[in-house]
């Protein structure tokens, strides 16, 4: 499958998916005239990171873009120790208000999630969901109901 990446002024490049994510990222840097060393990534047009970069490389990129989508091109920068993405694309129909504070959002609560104590709450979580036990972590056996009538 395919999806399209909109870069720069309004530009558009079709990329087939079916690759690895090492393979997708290092021809989207080429055919986008970005650095070779830089770190981008795709967004969803709602401002959501796919954190393709985060993902193991040697997946398949179709595992993780929808085909026939369309993606920003973003690029993770750093100041003042904290990482935030900068779209790499100059439209105001795209990159609204909206756009931008979905993507911070995004990056915030994936900042909290990665944080030591997240790890704990996230297990605590787990632990109290229906059909878990508290300690050992194993699922309880549930009861099907194959009644037509109820």
Do not use: W
């Not at 104590?117 to 056996?141: E, M, Y």
């Amino acid at each position: 499958m395919f999806i399209t990446v909109v870069y720069g002024e309004q530009e558009e490049v079709l990329f087939n998916t079916d690759c690895r994510l090492k393979l997708l990222l290092d021809c989207i840097k080429r055919l986008c005239k970005c650095e070779m060393q830089a770190e981008v990534d795709l967004c969803e047009v709602t401002g959501h990171p796919k954190y393709l970069q985060h993902q193991p490389q040697e997946s398949y990129a179709t595992n993780f873009l929808k085909p026939r989508g369309k993606y920003v091109l973003i690029q993770m920068e750093r100041e003042n120790g904290k990482s935030f993405y900068k779209p790499l694309l100059r439209d105001k129909s795209i990159i609204t208000d909206h756009f931008l504070a979905s993507l911070e959002k995004d990056m915030a609560e994936r900042e909290v999630s990665r944080s030591p104590g997240a790890d704990r709450l996230r297990t605590k979580r787990n632990s109290l969901k229906p059909g878990r036990t508290g300690t050992s972590g194993k699922t309880k056996p549930r009861a099907l109901s194959m009644n037509k009538n109820s």
